[in-house]
């Protein structure tokens, strides 16, 4: 095999390593935004569920407001839920 073909094979092995990464790199971000979109859609599936039990049973209600207070540290965070209802 002569020099030139073995350069020319080189660089097109290279083109096509660089348009397999790319490729690569989209359907990783692809599927990254799904997880995300599927974990958000859980969250507020769940959160839902938990809420309409809450409203359900008062002792659920303390017990989803305690697990909150412990959870929720952020300060606008909390004073929203106080301002909705959830607090003790």
């Given amino acids: ?3 030139l ?4 094979r080189l660089e097109s ?7 397999i990464r790319e490729a690569l790199a989209v359907e990783q971000s692809k599927l990254a935004k ?3 979109r599927e974990a ?10 938990v809420v309409r039990a809450a409203l359900a049973s008062s002792q659920f ?3 989803v407001i305690q697990i ?4 929720i540290t952020d300060p606008k965070q909390r004073a929203f ?4 209802g959830w607090s003790e």
């Fill in 1 to 3: 095999m002569s020099k």
């Fill in 5 to 8: 073909v073995a350069i020319t």
């Fill in 13 to 19: 092995l290279r083109a096509r390593e660089k348009h």
């Fill in 34 to 36: 799904r997880q995300k």
């Fill in 40 to 49: 958000e859609r859980e969250q507020a599936l769940i959160g839902e569920a």
């Fill in 61 to 63: 209600r303390v017990a």
């Fill in 68 to 71: 909150a207070l412990t959870q």
């Fill in 81 to 84: 839920l106080t301002s909705r």
